[in-house]
C-alpha cells in the first residue's frame, strides 16, 4: 500500500471514529413531558451546536476544493465558474419546505433537509470516486456529510417520512455523471461543491430557528 493511501486510510479512519463518537453522544428523542423541559431544551442545545459544527467544518473543506479546481482547472473569471450547459438539478430550499422565517415549521424543515441532503450524495459520490487533486478532502466532506445526515434523522419525529432517492433517478443520474468528458467532469464537481455550500448555509439558519 503507497504512503499517499496508507494516510488518507489512516485519516478516514480517524474521521469515522470521532464523528461516530460525535453522532452517539448527541441527547436523542428526550421525553418532553413538563417535568423535563429542561432536559429537552439541553438537546435542543446539543443538537443545534453539533449540527452547525458538522456543517461549519464541511463548508470550510467545501471552500478548500473550489479554490483548488480554479486553481488547477482555470475554471473561475472574476469570481464565477466558466459554466457550460448541463442537466444538474440540484435541490434547493423552498416556500413549502417550512424553513423559510414566514411559515417555519420544525418537523417539516428538518424533512426538508434530510430528504434534499440525501438527493446530493450521488454527485458527492462521484466527487468523491473522481477527483484525485486532494482525495483525503473529498473523503472529509463525504464523511462528515454522512454523519450529519445521521444527526438530523435522529432529531426526526417522522423519520419514516424522509424521501430517498428513486433508484430510478439514482441510476440515470449516476449513468450521466459518468459519460461526462473531463472538463465536465470537473464543472460538475465545482456546481455541486456551490450548491452545496449555499444549500448548508440556508441550514444552519433554519437550525437556530429550531
Known amino acids: 500500500m503507497s504512503s499517499l493511501s496508507t494516510s488518507i486510510f489512516s485519516s478516514l479512519a480517524f474521521s469515522l471514529g470521532l464523528l461516530l463518537g460525535m453522532a452517539t453522544a448527541l441527547p436523542i428523542h428526550e421525553t418532553t413531558s413538563a417535568s423535563s423541559h429542561g432536559d429537552a431544551t439541553l438537546s435542543t442545545t446539543a443538537f443545534s451546536s453539533k449540527t452547525e459544527g458538522s456543517i461549519r ?24 465558474v466558466a459554466l457550460e450547459d448541463n442537466n444538474l438539478n440540484f435541490p434547493q430550499i423552498t416556500e413549502d419546505g417550512g424553513c423559510l422565517p414566514s411559515g417555519f415549521n420544525k418537523d417539516t424543515c428538518l424533512n426538508t433537509i434530510t430528504t434534499s441532503l440525501s438527493e446530493y450524495q450521488p454527485y458527492l459520490n462521484y466527487l468523491q470516486e473522481n477527483y484525485n487533486l486532494n482525495e483525503r478532502t473529498a473523503i472529509d466532506i463525504q464523511t462528515y456529510f454522512k454523519v450529519l445526515i445521521r444527526i438530523l434523522k435522529q432529531m426526526e419525529n417522522n423519520a419514516d417520512e424522509i424521501t430517498t432517492p428513486n433508484p430510478v433517478k439514482y441510476d440515470t443520474l449516476s449513468k450521466m455523471l459518468r459519460s461526462q468528458n473531463n472538463w465536465q467532469m470537473n464543472t460538475t464537481f465545482y456546481l455541486t461543491l456551490q450548491s452545496l455550500e449555499r444549500f448548508l448555509q440556508y441550514t444552519v439558519r433554519a437550525i437556530r430557528m429550531m
Not at 58 to 79: A, D, P
Request: one cysteine or more; hydrophobic letters at 30%.
Open 57 to 80: 467544518y464541511i463548508l470550510g473543506k467545501i471552500s478548500e476544493l473550489k479554490q483548488e479546481i480554479c486553481e488547477n482547472h482555470s475554471m473561475c473569471r472574476n469570481g464565477m
